[in-house]
């Protein structure tokens, strides 16, 4: 099993709708007979974010897309200590008609704060992110000068 690069080879940055879109195509035509689903795992902070407005005053996330990755994929949530995905979603409208797509995941007994977007930030700012991932992934990153 190996990961696939197609999101990360784009000239630019890509709609997380785009890519589910994408790699559903992929998976239907390599699977063509057997019954499958895409779905969206993400931390609470990036369902923060699909209500997030930018300082030109433009959604970050555009609203149709959120529905539809809501709708047609579905979402599982890992909350993390600071984030309040379920408000965040009570605000978006459709997220309450497919609430069945989502599910969320809460770690009781370890919370965890990590989140791919902070260790992003962190690598950015010439920080070691060893001993918030597994040493392979550190690894693969720094091997590769992801981040940088």
């Known amino acids: 099993m ?20 994408h790699y559903k195509e992929v998976l239907g035509k390599k699977y063509s007979d057997a019954e499958f689903r895409i779905i969206l795992v993400c931390g609470g902070d990036v369902v923060d974010s699909f209500r997030r407005i930018l300082p030109d005053g433009s959604n970050l996330w555009d609203p149709k897309d959120v529905e539809a990755i809501i709708r047609d994929f579905g979402i599982i949530i890992l909350e993390r200590t600071s984030s309040t995905p379920a408000e965040t979603l009570a605000q978006i409208p459709g997220a309450k008609i497919y609430a069945g797509n989502i599910a969320s995941i809460i770690d009781e007994a370890f919370p965890n704060n990590v989140s791919s977007t902070k260790l992003r930030a962190a690598l950015k700012r010439g920080y070691s992110i060893r001993y918030c991932t597994p040493d392979p992934v550190v690894d693969y990153i720094l091997e590769n000068k992801l981040y940088q």
Not at 2 to 21: G, I, N, P
């Open 2 to 21: 190996k990961a696939d690069d197609w999101e990360c080879t784009q000239s630019q940055w890509t709609r997380t709708l785009q890519v589910l879109k």
